[in-house]
């Protein structure tokens, strides 16, 4: 990774390529499940921005070099804010459900850190109705993340889910007032651990020691099976309708998504909160199972408040991957490369300059025909045209014929073998297609150092 | 096409897809041509960003909201810049000579208008090597612009080419000295006129009305045979080396791109002089055939002096596509249109919320074999699921067994025929593939119209 403005980072062309690639499958992949395509503006007016919580020191304003005045737009630090005001902006242009997806820059002026950026690409599915949004549709969002997971070429993941009803019903059956200082405190169990959260609950927030107790205990509850978790939240021995209504929610998407083929990688973990305000139901982050110091790379929820039509609420849910997050991880490490830096398969060499024409002739025929190739640019000795192809990794060389008319021959570098071809048949051995591959030597290694362990 | 802030334009989801379809087009011809991927961060120091001449009004600073001192950095207004300073920072992990594509975002302050936007897509090649770069590398950007535009289903477009050594070269044998300011008020000929022209010429720049004339009389050499612009040339009497080397390279080009089959899209125009200091050869702009009065779709050229690592300077040739300006045509206008607004070939129906495990499975069947699709969220009446489908242009709605346990049956909606089909074979009919067309009859009626000619 190339930063040299901190938290911006910049790739060399043959991890570009792998960057790329990704996205194409994830984006092939939100069309498998039907999501509908949007990009938004990067600028959104400051007060849609602040409408969001504990986010406003994050934001870059914008402001032009010679007119410093105009302060009223900044660059968004999310998709979910400009998505729910392209929803309200164009409500009759679009038909409900609206399941959409969004693969776009986002920035926050935060201290860049370990997957950390300033500038990050984000991969974001939503699914927002006009009436009421059924549960159904939290787990089909989240099983599209399994899925979606389970295809891309990288070390694998584990959602922890929660539902903001369950914790906020608790904290209400044990007679808290401030539900949302506590949300906000315990969502900083990562940061601080529990010592510090009981701390924060009874110094700050005011709660008593034994609330502050309760608080992390429901926070300890893990697991895959539904009725271990109902068993394990009622032995706290606290009741509410709102408890009741976010434990058969979370327990409606763990059932479904236990399939019973392989590790389920669905799992409740009751102490995670999400800070932001706008959720109301389901949350979900995601880490790499062997690398849970490395920050989420998934996170998402339920929003049944966030967008509105004139006094209508429009209930949502969505999630949002860290395309640059998981890159810092893969490409950082070494687990994932490019078979090679240039999307050519051959190099036409160049006779002379006098006969281009042959080599821009078979390059047309090549290209009609999908094959990706290049005309080298002078008359260098052919040491020196080969030499090209070695550095970038493109596997064929092609030498016109210099002193006859037939379409000359075909070099694969690897194997030195030289033989006549024809540009109207001619195609690279799949051998040498260009692909991104997951190196599983580097990744058995990176676990044995026990980074982000 | 949506615009809440002026000059940022927003589409709907069928227009996105469209978007996304030229730009996947697009990049694929790229790297047919071998051009390597990279991207650049969206932010450029403020010194990088003014190395440019004439559009230091035009840059969007940075600040963080609570922290607005931070104001050395901003957005960049180009690829051309920022490609640049990223080349000399990779200098010792590129290949040279570096042949690139770059697809983003960038983002100017200026008056929106017709095709000119505050934020725009541009697609952009750069061939640059570290020695000298031969008049053949101008030459292949130009024919693969050519080619690209080709295969785009967009109007057709033409090149207009020129080159900066030729005007100079010119504009020095007359003997006049403000040569910049010459080539930077010839360049106002579209805005201004030629009467415009002639008065800054005179006025402002100080030149004798004789060589304002001359200034403006090669301006209205046109066409594609190079022997016919050199004696257009000649016949004005001026001489001088720079203006045959640039004679030369404009030569070379128009004889290499005169293939013989049908029109040739690239023509000199010798009024075409570009703005921007950093041109030193070839310059091109492209415009839509029939609508001349729409702006530049496509524009680039030569750079021997804005990419520099110490003390070596490194020669450069590019162009710029403005895809969302492209866009701004076709889809404002009705040109392009997706064939259907979702990528779902399928809705799978929902028979009751108990069988849901029925559609799922027959969803999961379809995605592993590539056919995209949906299960709708509710059990409401089939009208209702079938009305969902319809609205979104999904061409099958596919009904579980609710009784027994075959696959069901598959409806295709235009024909209302129903069938039993099986997940693991069945396939959606080629008609009805997502894709985008261009709309013949609303390009005659625009034509007819005379807008934009």
């Not at 910049?10 to 990009?39: A, K, S």
């Not at 932001?276 to 690398?291: M, Q």
Request: aromatic letters at 8%; one cysteine or more.
């Amino acid at each position: 990774m190339l930063t040299s403005i901190s938290g911006y980072p910049e790739w060399l062309p043959e991890d570009r390529l792998v960057e790329l690639r990704l996205v194409e499958m994830i984006q092939r992949q939100f069309e498998l499940y039907g999501f509908m395509p949007i990009e938004t503006r990067a600028v959104e007016p400051l007060d849609v921005l602040l409408k969001k919580g504990e986010t406003d020191k994050e934001i870059y304003l914008l402001s032009r070099l010679q007119d410093s005045e105009t302060k009223d737009i900044g660059l968004h630090f999310d998709m979910t804010v400009p998505f729910a005001r392209y929803v309200s902006e164009n409500f009759n242009s679009l038909s409900f459900p609206f399941r959409r997806y969004q693969i776009q820059k986002a920035w926050r002026g935060e201290r860049p850190g370990q997957g950390r950026f300033r500038e990050f690409l984000q991969a974001d599915i939503d699914i927002v109705d006009s009436g009421s949004l059924p549960i159904y549709a939290d787990y089909e969002v989240l099983q599209t993340v399994v899925d979606i997971l389970r295809v891309l070429p990288i070390p694998s993941a584990r959602l922890y889910i929660n539902n903001r009803k369950l914790l906020q019903g608790f904290y209400q059956g044990l007679g808290i007032d401030a539900v949302t200082e506590t949300l906000r405190t315990v969502d900083k169990l990562d940061k601080i651990g529990e010592d510090g959260v009981r701390k924060m609950l009874t110094e700050t927030v005011g709660l008593s020691a034994e609330h502050a107790d309760k608080c992390l205990e429901i926070g300890r509850i893990t697991g895959a099976d539904s009725a271990e978790i109902r068993a394990a939240v009622e032995s706290l021995g606290v009741t509410h309708d709102l408890l009741d209504e976010g434990l058969a929610e979370l327990s409606f998407i763990l059932d479904n998504s236990s399939t019973g083929k392989g590790e389920n990688p669905i799992v409740a973990d009751l102490s995670i909160a999400r800070g932001l305000d706008y959720y109301t139901g389901t949350v979900v982050e995601t880490k790499f199972v062997d690398f849970p110091k490395y920050p989420t790379i998934v996170a998402g929820g339920r929003y049944d408040n966030l967008v509105s039509v004139g006094n209508t609420r429009l209930p949502g849910v969505g999630v949002s991957m860290g395309i640059t997050r998981i890159l810092g991880l893969v490409l950082n490490e070494g687990l994932l490369k490019a078979s090679r830096k240039s999307p050519s398969s051959v190099l036409i060499a160049l006779v002379s300059e006098e006969q281009r024409g042959k080599s821009l002739h078979i390059a047309r025929k090549l290209r009609a025909r999908g094959v990706a190739c290049e005309v080298f640019g002078t008359d260098a000795r052919f040491g020196a045209q080969i030499g090209y192809a070695v550095d970038r990794g493109i596997p064929y060389v092609w030498f016109p014929d210099g002193k006859g008319d037939t379409p000359g021959e075909v070099r694969e570098l690897a194997t030195r073998e030289q033989t006549p071809a024809d540009p109207d048949t001619w195609t690279p051995d799949e051998s040498h297609a260009l692909t991104i591959a997951f190196d599983e030597d580097a990744y058995e290694s990176l676990k044995a150092e026990g980074k982000y362990a």
